[in-house]
């Protein structure tokens, strides 16, 4: 797998509190160092109760933070200063931390970290931090009735402070810790630099479906995993992001709007960039159905030949343009053929509709998780070919997004008017 290292260069000081979640940090370590990130755990006494801080120390490279010293290790990393990282494993010449994430986090250090208590180790770092301006990430675990209005309410208090807060998962009588991609993403989020910060971003992925009948439907291969990969890019850079699709990707940093049909999508795609403050940037990313039909009532009969009557659907790019003549739309163009006609035919689109920026790819990278496109700008005179998973093209779609929309090295330009 192709880990994208968003977190290269970054230290991230994780907090390992006494919920029976602290198992999962090894993973979550796991995790942010295979996107480039240095990894320095402190842990609470209890939390060493549950896991060994050996365990975390094999799992970071570092040993973990377990005790109080005359170091004051919370100033050392969260105190908005920092030496240089020298490899000392024992915190001496710490290097300053960039982000503090606290997983688990229990009731017990929510209600500390809100009330300004930092009698625990992963409190006072908390209480530093907040002090020093360093972002502080909170995954909190714990049983469901404990996750009472009182916690709620000290949530809210953190919330206010400035502090993000990722999940829990209600489910089992547990509010359990989110998952571990979710936190990374949200991880990533807090530590990037990117332009597209504040801009509002409706993507289209995956396929639509035509019914036949209540059992058959009329599709095609695409899978969604260019929409997701996305709407996830967007998200990791700062953007308010929805995605109109048929799947679920269940990240409650992206808004999803369900739908099934191409006309379903496309009165999504309209109402929602009639809402309140519209969007910067349309991404139409889906492999919307060409035709469709009138369905039976009843399941049909398959005991003889059938003979479909298809006709055309809406168009979504020419209802957009329509409705909204001055936004800024990208569009993905697909063929079978490759080549010079693939390109050709992606400037066609690009002018017929009025697009900002067309991804050209072929009907070849329907379905996987890898793929190639050619990515087209300056009104066709721009070509930029790229490769590799579907992670990696969301990114230079992203690069190349950020030159169109004239945000590159700087904040979004409609955002700053």
Same mark, same amino acid.
């Given at each position: 797998?192709?880990?994208?290292?968003?977190?290269?260069?970054?230290?991230?000081?994780?907090?390992?509190?006494?919920?029976?979640?602290?198992?999962?940090?090894?993973?979550?370590?796991?995790?942010?160092?295979?996107?480039?990130?240095?990894?320095?755990?402190?842990?609470?006494?209890?939390?060493?109760?549950?896991?060994?801080?050996?365990?975390?120390?094999?799992?970071?490279?570092?040993?973990?933070? *377990?005790?109080?010293?005359?170091?004051?290790?919370?100033?050392? %990393?969260?105190?908005?200063?920092?030496?240089?990282?020298?490899?000392?494993?024992?915190?001496?010449?710490?290097?300053?931390?960039?982000?503090?994430?606290?997983?688990? $986090?229990?009731?017990?250090?929510?209600? +500390?970290?809100?009330?300004?208590? !930092?009698?625990?180790?992963?409190?006072?770092?908390?209480?530093?931090?907040?002090?020093?301006?360093?972002?502080?990430?909170?995954?909190?675990?714990?049983?469901?009735?404990? %996750?009472? !209005?009182?916690?709620?309410?000290?949530?809210?208090?953190?919330?206010?402070?400035?502090?993000?807060?990722?999940?829990?998962?209600?489910?089992?009588? +547990?509010?359990?810790?989110?998952?571990?991609?979710?936190?990374?993403?949200?991880?990533?989020?807090?530590?990037?630099?990117?332009?597209?910060?504040?801009?509002?971003?409706?993507? *289209?992925?995956?396929?639509?479906?035509?019914?036949?009948?209540?059992?058959?439907?009329?599709?095609?291969?695409?899978?969604?995993?260019?929409?997701?990969?996305?709407? %996830?890019?967007?998200?990791?850079?700062?953007?308010?992001?929805?995605?109109?699709?048929?799947?679920?990707?269940?990240?409650?940093?992206?808004?999803?709007?369900?739908?099934?049909?191409?006309?379903?999508?496309?009165?999504?795609?309209?109402?929602?960039?009639?809402?309140?403050?519209?969007?910067?940037?349309?991404?139409?990313?889906?492999?919307?159905?060409?035709?469709?039909?009138?369905?039976?009532?009843? +399941?049909?009969?398959?005991?003889?030949?059938?003979?479909?009557?298809?006709?055309?659907?809406?168009?979504?790019?020419?209802?957009?343009?329509?409705?909204? !003549?001055?936004?800024?739309?990208?569009?993905?163009?697909?063929?079978?053929?490759?080549?010079?006609?693939?390109?050709?035919?992606?400037?066609?689109?690009?002018?017929?509709?009025?697009?900002?920026?067309?991804?050209?790819?072929?009907?070849?990278?329907?379905?996987?998780?890898?793929?190639?496109?050619?990515?087209? *700008?300056?009104?066709?005179?721009?070509?930029?070919?790229?490769?590799?998973?579907?992670?990696?093209?969301?990114?230079?779609?992203?690069?190349?997004?950020?030159?169109?929309?004239?945000?590159?090295?700087?904040? $979004?330009?409609? $955002?700053?008017?």
């Amino acid at each position: 797998m192709d880990f994208t290292k968003h977190l290269a260069d970054k230290t991230i000081v994780l907090g390992i509190t006494g919920s029976i979640a602290a198992v999962r940090t090894i993973e979550l370590a796991h995790e942010l160092i295979r996107r480039g990130a240095t990894v320095q755990a402190v842990m609470t006494e209890p939390a060493t109760r549950i896991i060994h801080p050996d365990a975390i120390e094999c799992a970071t490279g570092r040993a973990a933070i *377990t005790g109080w010293t005359g170091r004051v290790s919370w100033v050392e %990393y969260c105190g908005g200063g920092g030496g240089s990282d020298d490899g000392d494993c024992s915190g001496g010449g710490a290097r300053a931390a960039d982000l503090l994430l606290i997983a688990p $986090c229990t009731a017990s250090t929510i209600g +500390k970290i809100a009330h300004g208590i !930092p009698d625990t180790l992963v409190s006072i770092f908390a209480t530093t931090a907040l002090g020093a301006g360093v972002p502080i990430i909170v995954a909190p675990a714990m049983h469901e009735s404990m %996750y009472n !209005p009182i916690v709620r309410g000290n949530i809210e208090i953190l919330r206010d402070q400035g502090v993000t807060i990722v999940g829990p998962v209600i489910e089992e009588g +547990k509010a359990k810790i989110a998952p571990n991609d979710d936190i990374v993403r949200w991880a990533e989020r807090a530590l990037g630099s990117y332009a597209p910060s504040g801009m509002r971003v409706l993507i *289209t992925g995956g396929a639509t479906a035509e019914p036949i009948d209540p059992v058959r439907i009329i599709t095609s291969r695409a899978s969604g995993r260019m929409g997701a990969a996305l709407a %996830y890019e967007a998200f990791r850079r700062g953007a308010d992001v929805t995605l109109v699709h048929s799947g679920r990707i269940g990240f409650s940093g992206i808004r999803e709007i369900y739908v099934e049909t191409a006309e379903e999508m496309t009165g999504a795609v309209i109402g929602e960039l009639g809402t309140d403050g519209g969007y910067d940037l349309l991404i139409s990313a889906a492999a919307i159905s060409d035709y469709t039909l009138d369905p039976a009532a009843e +399941k049909i009969r398959s005991d003889r030949q059938l003979t479909l009557d298809l006709r055309p659907t809406r168009k979504l790019l020419e209802a957009v343009r329509g409705a909204y !003549p001055d936004l800024a739309v990208v569009g993905f163009k697909l063929e079978t053929a490759g080549g010079e006609t693939l390109i050709e035919r992606a400037k066609a689109a690009m002018k017929r509709y009025g697009l900002s920026m067309v991804v050209a790819n072929t009907a070849e990278n329907m379905g996987g998780g890898e793929g190639e496109v050619w990515i087209i *700008t300056g009104g066709g005179r721009d070509v930029i070919h790229a490769g590799g998973t579907k992670d990696v093209i969301a990114g230079t779609v992203f690069d190349s997004v950020e030159q169109v929309m004239g945000t590159a090295g700087g904040e $979004c330009r409609e $955002c700053s008017e």
